[in-house]
C-alpha cells in the first residue's frame, strides 16, 4: 500500500535541522533511500509538495529534490533547511563521478526576489574549504518548483550579472522529466551533464524538448488499432476520447490558457506535428492536463481542426489547427490528480508499474480509452 507524502510526514514528525540519527529529518531521507526507488514515486510526492503550503512542505520539497540527485548519476550531500554562521547554508550539493559539483539552491516559487550573491557565496565557501576545487568544476544551480511566466526576475538578473557560466536556473518539472530520461532510456549521465552546462542560463528548453520527443515516441509506439477514419467513427457513432497536455508559457499559466481558450473562446489548437491531430472528430471528448496540476477541464469536440490563425491563441503559426468545443466542465480548484493510485486503474498503464516513470503519458496529445477518460475526469470513481 503506498503512502501520501501528508501520511510520511505525520509519521516522521516535523523537519528540522535538529542534529542526530535518530530526528525527523534523518528518519524522512532514511524513508526515501529505503522506498522510494523509482522516478514516478519522486514525482508524485513533489506535486504533492507543491500542492500544498507551510514550512514542513516547503522543507519535504528541498530534501526531494536533492533525492532527485541520485536518479541523475550524483552523489548528493543534503543541505539544513535554514542557515546559520557557522555552516555553509547551500540546500543541496551534488557531485558527479566526473569531478564536477552542483550546489543546488530550491525556491518553491519566485514570488520573492532572489538574490544570486547568495548561492554565489556558497560556492565560493566551498571552494575556500576544498570542498570544491574550483569554479571550473561548479555551477549554482536553481530548482524552481512553481516558476512564474511573467516574473523571470531570476533568469533576468543572471543575464544582467553575466553569471551565466556560473548560474543554471531550472523548473521541477523539466528536473523530473532528466530525471525519466536517465532511468529509461539510453540517456547517460554524460548527456545529463552537458544539459545542465549549456550557455544560457536557463535549461528548461532543452528538457523540454527531449521529454516531448520521448512522448511523442510512447505515442508511436503503442500497439496499433484498428484503423478507422474520421468519417467511419462518425458513421458507426463512435466517440473517442483524447487527453491534451497544456503547459505554462512565458505569459500565460497552462489553467490560464485552458480557461481563455477552452471555457471562453470554446476552441483548442493544436501543432502541425500533434498526435491525434488528424483523427479527432465532431462528438470525440477531449480533457486537459495542466501540467504538474492534473487534469482540470474537458469538453466535445465539435468541429475538426482547421487551419487558421485565431486571435486568441499564443503563437498562432506554431498551433494553427483550430477546432471547436462545446459543454465544457471546469475544476481548476479540484484538479483530477494522477497518482499511483489512479495510475494503477488505467488501460494506459496495464503491464506497466505505476511507480516507474510516467511523465510520457501527460506530455503528448493522446488518444486514451473510455474507461481512463472517465477515470481521469472524475465520472467515475
Not at 542526530?20 to 514525482?43: A, P, Y
Not at 497552462?254 to 481558450?261: G, Q
Not at 491525434?276 to 496540476?293: E, L, Q, S, V
Amino acid at each position: 500500500m503506498s503512502m501520501t507524502l501528508t501520511q510520511i510526514l505525520g509519521l516522521v514528525g516535523k523537519l528540522d535541522d535538529t542534529p542526530g540519527e535518530e530526528t525527523s529529518r534523518e528518519r524522512f531521507r532514511k524513508f526515501l533511500k529505503e522506498n522510494i526507488g523509482e522516478v514516478g514515486q519522486i514525482r508524485d510526492h513533489i506535486e504533492e509538495c507543491l500542492r500544498n503550503t507551510g514550512d514542513q512542505y516547503n522543507r519535504a520539497l528541498q530534501d526531494l529534490i536533492n533525492y532527485v540527485g541520485h536518479f541523475l548519476g550524483f552523489k548528493v550531500t543534503f543541505g539544513r533547511y535554514y542557515g546559520v554562521p557557522s555552516e555553509i547554508g547551500f540546500d543541496g550539493l551534488w557531485e558527479s563521478p566526473t569531478q564536477f559539483f552542483i550546489v543546488v539552491e530550491v525556491k518553491t516559487t519566485e514570488t520573492y526576489a532572489i538574490k544570486t550573491a547568495t548561492l554565489l557565496g556558497y560556492v565560493d565557501a566551498l571552494i575556500s574549504e576544498q570542498s570544491i576545487p574550483n569554479w571550473d568544476h561548479a555551477l549554482g544551480l536553481y530548482v524552481i518548483g512553481r516558476p512564474d511566466p511573467e516574473l523571470r526576475q531570476l533568469e533576468n538578473a543572471v543575464l544582467a550579472e553575466k553569471r551565466t557560466d556560473q548560474l543554471r536556473i531550472i523548473s521541477v518539472e523539466s528536473l523530473l522529466s532528466l530525471a525519466e530520461l536517465f532511468n529509461e532510456y539510453d540517456v547517460s549521465h554524460d548527456d545529463i551533464l552537458a544539459v545542465l552546462k549549456p550557455s544560457r542560463p536557463t535549461i528548461d528548453a532543452v528538457a523540454d524538448t527531449m521529454a516531448r520527443l520521448v512522448a511523442q515516441r510512447w505515442v508511436e509506439e503503442e500497439p496499433k488499432e484498428e484503423v478507422v477514419t474520421a468519417e467511419e467513427a462518425v458513421e458507426r457513432g463512435e466517440e473517442r476520447y483524447w487527453l491534451a497536455p497544456v503547459a505554462s508559457d512565458e505569459a500565460e499559466t497552462a489553467e490560464e490558457t485552458i480557461r481563455a481558450l477552452v471555457s471562453e473562446e470554446k476552441i483548442y489548437a493544436f501543432g502541425d506535428r500533434t498526435p491525434g491531430r488528424r483523427h479527432i472528430k465532431p462528438g470525440d471528448w477531449i480533457c486537459f492536463y495542466a501540467t504538474g496540476k492534473g487534469v482540470v477541464a474537458h469538453a466535445q469536440i465539435v468541429s475538426r481542426p482547421e487551419h487558421k490563425l485565431h486571435r486568441r491563441v499564443r503563437h498562432p503559426e506554431e498551433y494553427p489547427w483550430v477546432f471547436s468545443v462545446k459543454d465544457v466542465s471546469l475544476y481548476m480548484d479540484k484538479p483530477i490528480i494522477i497518482d499511483a493510485a489512479l495510475r494503477s486503474q488505467l488501460d494506459a498503464f496495464r503491464d506497466r508499474d505505476p511507480n516507474k516513470g510516467w511523465a510520457w503519458f501527460v506530455q503528448a496529445t493522446r488518444k486514451v480509452t473510455e474507461h481512463d477518460f472517465l477515470l481521469l475526469t472524475r465520472k467515475v470513481t
